[in-house]
């Protein structure tokens, strides 16, 4: 399998210590840790319900489903006093290394096979502490659950102590991924929740386990806000919804969709929808063609299978600006190129600042699935996130027609097909 992320022409940069132990939170931090995490969770008026954990120590596996920065905040508070390490993306250690490092965090890069995590996951255990882990490894796009890792099963096998959920509610209305504004919305709610004991890890086959695991992580944030009456009155609440819904129900255009408001709108055809203060979607003329979101984007995920499963998914050369991020210091400029997402996987080509040639190449079996952001940090615009063991590529396309949401599921889809291919289970979290 070739996987390429380095420049054809090797640039020395210092790389983050991934090897580096993992350090138990230092214990004039936790206060602070708390400090942090009880006003927001105040503030959203969370009810943590304990589901077989009440008295439980550590050590224990803690696996999170994830929608917004609230999902670490509450997790703080579902433990509290236990003392834990969190893994975390590469990207969130920029600027404050030492910090993070000191109050627990381990550094991952999003979407690689990587035996060192596994090992500082044991250290974890061995520490009697808290191993938390994020396995959707990104913010849900839709605020449904994520596909997660085939190894997932035989991790918790591994580490054989028990394992328990945090299954949160509301922080993805609250704080969408496609619109990062906080709407205020409370109650929210989650379930702290035992889901093996070490005996039960002992006994069941990892598929199992990964089974169960999916069964707990079948979650849906728009019908829960439905169910619960919760509303948004922000009047924004629509604004950036369509990063994620690209595609037009009503002419199948692509990459024409925008919104405004409370509106989401089609600029070839003209149809619109408005978003009411339920998170529903209502046709302002004409059917409504999908008036629960999750339902939308699943019908552009069907769409992308079609492609796949007829082999013609192309984005097309895009033309792209990299930024890398071999330490976490702060991203460095590489340089401009193109980037190709087809049946063949990813394939990042261009040249450096001084003029030396640099590749990355993703195949298809490399990768289950991809990290996405959406104007990344107010100012770069959207871009795709690339991993290898030892670098990190943002990777922009620019002057273009293009959706990360789309190359997002395309992943995805591609994966699975390979899988049914060679005859191989597909990665479990798409029950």
């Not at 030892?390 to 992943?411: N, R, S």
Request: charged share 25%.
């Amino acid at each position: 399998m070739h996987e390429k992320g380095r420049p054809a022409v090797k640039k020395e940069f210092e790389r983050f210590d991934m090897k580096r132990p993992p350090e138990r939170t230092r214990w004039y931090l936790r206060p602070l840790t708390y400090l942090l995490s009880a006003p927001d969770v105040a503030r959203h008026g969370a009810v943590i319900r304990r589901v077989g954990t009440e008295g439980l120590r550590p050590p224990y596996v803690m696996l999170c489903n994830h929608n917004a920065f609230l999902d670490f905040k509450v997790a703080t508070m579902a433990i509290w006093p236990a003392r834990a390490n969190y893994v975390v993306a590469i990207d969130g250690f920029i600027g404050r290394e030492e910090l993070l490092r000191k109050v627990g965090c381990i550094c991952k890069r999003k979407f690689t096979n990587d035996i060192t995590l596994v090992r500082q996951l044991k250290a974890v255990i061995d520490n009697g502490d808290v191993a938390m882990i994020y396995p959707e490894a990104r913010y849900s796009l839709c605020g449904t659950t994520a596909v997660l890792p085939a190894s997932l099963g035989k991790l918790c096998k591994l580490l054989k102590v028990p394992v328990v959920t945090l299954i949160c509610h509301g922080h993805h209305v609250n704080s969408p991924f496609w619109n990062l504004h906080d709407r205020g919305v409370r109650p929210t709610e989650a379930e702290f929740s035992l889901l093996f004991t070490p005996e039960e890890l002992e006994s069941t086959p990892a598929d199992e386990l990964n089974r169960r695991i999916v069964e707990a992580f079948q979650y849906d944030d728009f019908a829960w806000q439905k169910e619960r009456g919760v509303r948004t009155p922000y009047a924004g609440r629509a604004e950036g919804l369509h990063k994620v819904l690209y595609q037009c129900p009503h002419c199948g255009t692509e990459f024409r969709m925008s919104s405004r408001g409370t509106q989401l709108f089609c600029e070839s055809c003209g149809k619109s929808w408005t978003m009411s203060e339920l998170g529903e979607l209502s046709a302002d003329e004409g059917e409504t063609e999908f008036s629960h979101i999750p339902n939308w984007y699943e019908w552009e995920r069907a769409n992308v299978r079609r492609e796949v499963a007829e082999g013609r998914y192309s984005s097309g050369e895009l033309p792209v600006t990299v930024d890398t991020l071999p330490n976490a210091r702060k991203f460095i400029r590489l340089g401009e190129g193109t980037m190709v997402h087809d049946m063949d996987g990813f394939t990042v080509r261009g040249t450096d600042v001084d003029g030396d040639p640099f590749e990355m190449r993703k195949p298809v079996p490399s990768l289950y699935s991809c990290h996405i952001e959406y104007e990344y940090l107010g100012k770069h615009g959207d871009c795709v996130d690339l991993n290898t063991l030892e670098d990190t590529w943002y990777i922009y396309p620019h002057d273009c027609d293009f959706a990360v949401t789309k190359m997002a599921l395309a992943t995805e889809e591609l994966y699975f097909a390979h899988c049914r291919a060679i005859g191989r289970p597909c990665p479990p979290g798409l029950a």
